[in-house]
């Protein structure tokens, strides 16, 4: 049983900075991606920026690159989003996603992956 658990939400001011991580526990076995994906009240979730844990290979979503950066910790189970320049627009529900044989993604209106954890609120005043 494999738990994702989300910490570092909370509030800030626009401009300011927060960092989420996201550890692994529970029967872990090598993912091949993690991610960060976010809901707005009345908007569907969205991906945010996703790792590929053996290449390291990084993408982000139009909306947050050069603001925020995505990194890991192999030997923690642990990925972070380093969150910058934070916008009122970057209010959300902040999912972290691992999957162990692709990368999470959304599709159609949904987004899918092996594991969510249980959601992080970032607010930006």
């Known amino acids: 049983h494999v738990q994702l658990v989300e910490s570092g939400g909370g509030s800030a001011q626009a401009g300011g900075s927060l960092k989420l991580s996201c550890t692994a526990s529970?029967?872990?076995?090598?993912?091949?991606?993690m991610g960060w994906f976010r809901q707005a009240p009345g908007k569907e979730r969205e991906g945010v920026a996703r790792?590929?844990?053996?290449?390291?290979?990084?993408y982000y979503a139009d909306s947050v690159k050069g603001r925020f950066t995505i990194s890991q910790d192999n030997a923690k189970n642990t990925v972070y989003l380093q969150m910058n320049s934070l916008k009122p627009e970057d209010t959300a529900m902040y999912y972290c996603a691992a999957d162990q044989g692709k990368c999470p993604y959304c599709s159609g209106g949904s987004c899918y992956s092996g594991y969510w954890g249980q959601g992080t609120q970032v607010t930006v005043s």
């Open positions: 790792i590929a844990t053996g290449s390291g290979n990084t």
């Open positions: 529970g029967h872990t076995r090598n993912f091949y991606c």
